[in-house]
């Protein structure tokens, strides 16, 4: 059966629950931050109620999960995701820091070895690049991004992405890119986390997309 077909047989089985529950995003409590109360894990993996885990790593702890996930009606595994942001187990400066060297072969260079922890660790999905352009020294997460250049900001997306996913997502030492945050996050008045944004129409095209488009065409699996 070609993987066209399975799909498509796969699809036709699930109920719209099943499809719903794919579209979860829980999160473990390995390295939580906040609220971290998903009920229980077990019984939503079981019941075809979550299709991917957040704080969730290490072999073990990934095998343990995906032998639950082996116990719902359709065996559908579970993607893990975490942020790596800039590095995995070994940490590299800071993406902010990063962007001042101007080196994109370097960055990329850095995001696959990155991949390649990652993988090991039980990972398949990861949260980065961070792309949101950045003008106001007041936000707090300037660092996790290249800065205030779109076109600076663009190259380093699509070398991230090149570096995470490489040339096939089927090697072992490949993990899926996703592209964040939502457009203008980083343009929130006075540098206020979730504040609000007022901005034009060509300034969001001009400044803020370009960084998100090059992440796509460089083939961000996920955003």
Not at 128 to 152: F, H, K, N, T, Y
Request: glycine fraction near 8%; charged fraction near 20%; aromatic fraction near 8%.
């Amino acid at each position: 059966m070609n993987r066209e077909h399975f799909l498509r047989n796969l699809l036709a089985r699930m109920s719209l629950e099943e499809k719903a529950g794919q579209l979860n995003l829980l999160t473990g409590t390995m390295d939580a931050t906040g609220v971290k109360d998903s009920g229980d894990l077990s019984a939503k993996i079981r019941s075809g109620e979550c299709g991917a885990l957040l704080n969730v790593f290490t072999p073990a702890a990934t095998r343990e999960m995906q032998e639950i996930a082996l116990q719902s009606r359709l065996k559908i595994p579970l993607l893990f995701g975490y942020d790596v942001i800039h590095g995995h187990r070994t940490i590299f400066p800071i993406p902010l820091a990063l962007s001042c060297s101007w080196n994109l072969d370097l960055i990329e260079r850095c995001s696959r070895f990155a991949a390649a922890e990652a993988a090991a660790d039980g990972l398949n999905w990861v949260f980065s690049p961070m792309v949101d352009i950045s003008q106001d020294p007041r936000w707090g997460r300037v660092a996790e991004g290249a800065g205030e250049d779109p076109w600076l900001g663009a190259k380093i997306a699509a070398a991230i992405v090149c570096g995470f996913q490489g040339n096939n997502l089927t090697n072992h030492r490949s993990v899926m890119a996703c592209v964040k945050h939502f457009a203008l996050y980083g343009a929130v008045k006075a540098g206020r986390d979730y504040h609000t944004v007022d901005m034009s129409c060509r300034e969001m095209e001009e400044t803020y997309f370009p960084p998100y488009r090059a992440a796509i065409d460089a083939g961000a699996r996920t955003s």
